[in-house]
């Protein structure tokens, strides 16, 4: 598969325990936030968005998090099973020309 | 079945050689785009359009060049000029400003 994320951060996990991955954002002006998932080989995959009018949006098993006076986006997984496993993206839209900047990204393993 | 699909999903080029990927979606959208895919870093951003028969270079478009003749299509042409073209190449399209999805991507490797 796709060697995505040689270099990156990595979160390690048991299974049943929540999850909490981290993004700090670079602009101020960014009205709109995405979190990606992304197997190895695959592309990334939408899991959940937010607002800057919001700061907080739940899913199922996944809530996102937006901190706007730091700058912080967080990605909450509830009861994180093995098929969580993968990179998670945060990306956000400063409103220009429907651009996403994305960050590097963060690996999420799930132990047994 | 509604979706982005990429071609090919493995493709190899040799030193001095063309090479177009191919882009499609069903899903009516108006906005594509072709990212690059680095081991260690995010997506960058190659090419981008809003509408057919318009594009907009991004943060790495030397080296490339797009097409947006139908709005379900948008290849990506990685040319002799790209140095290092050897990446995963990802093409996402949205409705208006929000969220893009994404293909499954297209590995390229230089021989």
């Known amino acids: 598969g796709e060697s995505v994320g040689l270099h990156l951060p990595t979160l390690s996990v048991q299974e049943g325990d929540n999850s909490i991955i981290n993004c700090a954002y670079s602009n101020s002006a960014s009205d709109y936030f995405i979190w990606y998932k992304q197997e190895s080989g695959k592309g990334p995959q939408f899991i959940i968005d937010?607002?800057?009018?919001?700061d907080k949006r739940q899913g199922q098993r996944v809530t996102v998090l937006l901190n706007k006076t730091v700058k912080h986006l967080s990605l909450q997984i509830a009861a994180t099973q093995p098929g969580d496993s993968a990179v998670y993206f945060c990306?956000?839209?400063?409103?220009?020309?429907?651009?996403?900047?994305f960050g590097t990204g963060t690996r999420l393993q799930v132990t047994l | 079945d509604g979706g982005i699909t990429q071609s090919p999903k493995y493709l190899f080029r040799k030193e001095g050689q063309n090479v177009t990927l191919s882009c499609e979606q069903n899903l009516n959208h108006d906005a594509m785009y072709w990212y690059r895919q680095d081991p260690g870093q995010g997506l960058r951003l190659i090419y981008y359009?809003?509408?057919?028969?318009?594009?907009q270079k991004g943060d790495i478009a030397e080296g490339y060049s797009v097409s947006r003749e139908k709005k379900e299509s948008f290849p990506l042409t990685v040319t002799s000029a790209q140095k290092n073209p050897t990446a995963f190449y990802l093409c996402a399209s949205s409705s208006g400003s929000d969220t893009q999805y994404f293909g499954p991507g297209t590995r390229l490797t230089v021989l």
């Open positions: 990306a956000e839209n400063t409103g220009t020309a429907s651009k996403l900047t």
């Open positions: 937010i607002r800057s009018n919001m």
């Open positions: 359009s809003q509408i057919v028969n318009d594009f």
